[in-house]
């Protein structure tokens, strides 16, 4: 993959998206850093992507080392940790944030 | 099938971004929550779908496991302890992006390719290495904040030279493996995971509790980090753009906390501050005991309840003595005889930020009454009562003008400035920073001492009692 042009691709992606979450995560307010940090948690847990994209690879290659294995599942359970807490926590504490007049 | 599935990636990288649009203000939250998650939903079916169930066992054991776990995590978990809940969900991220580095890496050792590409091996090395990181340390953040370990800082002679050494050593192993192009020996290969592991825990040992604001939004912009260099290991332009977004979020929360300490981040990470405890106070200028005015819960609650405008300051205090239920149940009370109650919150009140917003609206305290710093300072001065509850540092108006005083030119809530100040303390201790205050002995100032939750219930019934 020594590309050198889809490198390049690859790295204006990452540059302009860092200047999009720079833009839009500033205008989040103090009251919300929790659930910000928790829901952005919640999105770098397409960790779990990579982790079962390099889990079939590690089986379409043959995959029989024990230790690999194990360490492979550990990569995935670690991501779905990720992914499914971060979202369940930050929709909990979401839902308490309420108006004056709005009760339960 | 291809362009279908890049695609159907681009929709769910729309919908991170609106998503993260919509947390910019309480009523729009939940939504921007949802649609992060339908793309999160998106984005894994594609996955699973382009893998062709290839290991699908072991993927599906991993999956179930782990989402049990989080999910059941999720729900049980208090909101006092959330802060270690977020270090904990960041380290698991952190982990699987170190852990993917070893699979891909043992992949490349089975397939008979005699190197690895060189942008491959030094995204490898990279994401395993601060992934590593970030894992260990938010495992050490977690056990500080779960008060498992101490929350003041573990220094020992020599700390910054081991530190420095074991840098140096992943440097050299880091290097090693990307000029080889991976061919070096496996045991080199796992020694230099352990040493990424090992410098995780050791960066996070020496920083103190109050401290941790910085430390777990600096963990959660590493996995960030990481998470975009591991789109570059595996050519995954999701993974680019979801670890870029969780970076730049992180950073800005890393760099807020620490203006709101005036300290840079070196200093938290190397300051080891409040190891110092008993040996500040003279610094501080008055060294000995303080002369301070007490009163009786009788007392506040009248003048609480002939006051116009009543200021909460929560601090991690309140958190401790999981208060927050019954600070709600005081203002209630407060209201209906037709005081103006409001809040003010310090950026680095509690242990993560907006820590303290969290734990009030889970008290059904509704958002509109909680101020910032910028909007509270303005109201102290009309403010008849500033009731202190369990803040101390971010109080301490030494920051203002002592010059000596360690936390000399941080922002502080201007507390002193209200007609009245009551602070509820559970004993003269001084604070994490291991300073005096000297708006304890101000003439306008009293102390209510007790247990938090004690005092604040004590108060309430006081009032009813009038």
Redesign the interface.
């Known amino acids: 993959m020594t590309d050198v042009s889809h490198l390049i691709e690859l790295l204006t992606v990452l540059v302009l998206a860092v200047f999009v979450g720079f833009e839009v995560i500033s205008k989040v307010p103090t009251t919300l850093h929790t659930p910000l940090m928790s829901a952005t948690n919640a999105i770098h847990g397409i960790v779990l992507a990579g982790a079962i994209v390099v889990t079939a690879a590690f089986f379409a290659g043959g995959g029989s080392n024990p230790l690999v294995t194990v360490l492979a599942i550990v990569a995935v359970t670690l991501g779905a940790i990720n992914v499914f807490g971060g979202f369940a926590v930050t929709e909990r504490m979401l839902q308490m944030f309420r108006r004056k007049e709005g009760g339960k | 099938m291809n362009v279908a599935a890049s695609l159907l990636d681009l929709v769910a990288i729309a919908l991170?971004?609106l998503?993260?649009?919509f947390?910019?203000?309480?009523?729009t939250?939940?939504l921007?929550?949802?649609l992060?998650?339908v793309g999160?939903f998106i984005?894994?079916v594609m996955?699973?779908v382009q893998?062709?169930g290839?290991?699908w066992w072991?993927?599906a054991?991993?999956?179930?496991?782990?989402?049990t776990?989080?999910?059941v995590?999720?729900?049980r978990?208090k909101?006092t302890a959330?802060p270690q809940?977020?270090a904990?969900?960041?380290g698991?991220?952190g982990?699987?992006?170190a852990?993917?580095g070893?699979?891909?890496y043992?992949?490349f050792l089975?397939?008979g390719h005699t190197a690895l590409?060189?942008?491959?091996a030094i995204a490898l090395v990279l994401s395993m290495i601060i992934g590593a990181i970030s894992f260990a340390g938010s495992i050490i953040a977690f056990l500080k904040l779960q008060e498992v370990m101490t929350g003041r800082p573990i220094t020992y002679p020599g700390q910054q030279i081991v530190n420095a050494l074991i840098a140096l050593a992943i440097v050299a192993l880091g290097g090693w493996f990307i000029a080889s192009g991976g061919t070096l020996p496996i045991g080199a290969f796992y020694g230099l995971l352990a040493a990424a592991l090992a410098l995780g825990v050791l960066f996070v040992l020496p920083i103190g509790g109050a401290d941790m604001p910085v430390v777990?939004?600096l963990l959660?912009s590493f996995?960030?980090l990481?998470?975009?260099i591991?789109?570059?290991?595996?050519?995954?332009?999701?993974?680019?753009?979801?670890?870029?977004?969780?970076?730049?979020?992180?950073?800005?929360?890393t760099v807020d906390m620490g203006r709101a300490m005036n300290r840079s981040i070196t200093n938290v990470l190397f300051g080891a501050f409040g190891s110092g405890g008993g040996s500040e106070p003279a610094a501080a200028g008055s060294g000995g005991p303080q002369n301070v005015r007490s009163v009786s819960a009788d007392d506040v609650a009248v003048m609480l309840a002939y006051a116009s405008k009543v200021m909460f300051v929560p601090g991690y205090g309140m958190a401790v003595a999981q208060a927050q239920h019954s600070v709600k149940a005081l203002a209630d009370q407060l209201e209906a005889r037709g005081v103006k109650v409001l809040y003010a919150?310090h950026?680095v009140a509690g242990r993560?930020?907006?820590?303290m917003?969290?734990l009030l609206?889970?008290a059904?305290v509704?958002?509109?009454?909680?101020l910032?710093m910028e909007d509270a300072n303005p109201e102290f001065p009309t403010t008849d009562v500033a009731l202190v509850i369990g803040a101390n540092d971010v109080t301490n108006p030494a920051a203002r003008s002592v010059k000596s005083s360690p936390i000399y030119g941080m922002p502080i809530l201007d507390v002193d400035k209200a007609a009245n100040v009551i602070v509820l303390k559970r004993s003269m201790r001084s604070g994490f920073a291991g300073i005096d205050n000297p708006l304890y002995e101000m003439p306008n100032c009293a102390m209510l001492f007790g247990d938090a939750k004690a005092s604040v219930d004590g108060l309430t019934a006081a009032v009813k009692g009038l």
């Open positions: 991170f971004i998503g993260l649009h947390l910019n203000s309480p009523p939250a939940r921007g929550n949802r992060a998650a999160m984005a894994l996955v699973l893998t062709l290839v290991g072991a993927i054991i991993g999956t179930v496991i782990g989402a776990i989080g999910v995590a999720a729900v978990v909101m959330m809940m977020v904990l969900y960041n698991a991220g982990g699987a992006a852990l993917i070893v699979v891909e043992s992949v089975a397939s590409d060189p942008v491959v777990i939004s959660n996995t960030g990481a998470v975009a591991t789109g570059f290991e595996i050519d995954s332009v999701l993974l680019i753009i979801c670890g870029a977004l969780v970076g730049a979020s992180g950073t800005i929360l919150i950026p993560m930020p907006g820590h917003n969290v609206a889970e059904n509704p958002y509109e009454q909680l910032d």
